[in-house]
């Protein structure tokens, strides 16, 4: 009978905790969750599809004028010698648009976007930090002059009483 029991406490630690061990469960959800019914593989064919579709429709071939501005820049220069003059924007776009319009044309047109803004941020920390030491250095050279006459004035006390 002690076999059997023995052999029975294995048969569930295999079966229940080693399996919880290697493959631990998540926690349950909070009771006000409702539970989602399982999509049936129609509708997962479907989501695939439509998301394949989605996808596929993102990858424009045509990148158009903003990531290839001098190619059309000769037709607008056209268009104003025909006496259209398409009013001109005064403000440049900012970084995240830049970066925007750099990532929908994919790798070659990012890699440069992300360069200009690392550089940029990286001077200006340069320019910080080159600020903060000249700043260190002119008060610890204040506070030096502070204490040399002190020092001088110590230095003079005990000559005098001599």
């Not at 006000?32 to 019914?37: E, S, Y």
């Not at 104003?80 to 995240?96: A, D, I, Q, R």
Request: glycine share 4%.
């Amino acid at each position: 009978m002690k076999v059997r029991v023995v052999c029975r406490k294995i048969y569930d630690y295999i079966r229940y905790d080693l399996k919880e061990i290697a493959f631990p469960s998540s926690l349950p959800d909070p009771p006000n969750i409702k539970k989602r019914r399982k999509l049936t593989w129609e509708e997962r064919i479907w989501v695939l599809k439509r998301a394949a579709r989605l996808y596929a429709a993102s990858w424009v071939r045509d990148i158009g004028p903003d990531l290839h501005p001098n190619d059309y820049k000769k037709d607008e220069m056209a268009d104003e010698t025909n006496g259209e003059k398409k009013p001109s924007k005064g403000k440049e776009p900012s970084t995240l648009e830049d970066l925007a319009v750099a990532a929908r044309g994919g790798m070659e047109t990012l890699r440069p976007a992300l360069q200009r803004v690392y550089m940029t941020r990286a001077s200006a920390y340069r320019d910080a930090l080159k600020s903060f030491i000249e700043g260190y250095q002119e008060g610890v050279q204040q506070v030096m002059e502070k204490e040399d006459p002190k020092t001088q004035e110590d230095a003079d006390l005990p000559k005098k009483s001599t």
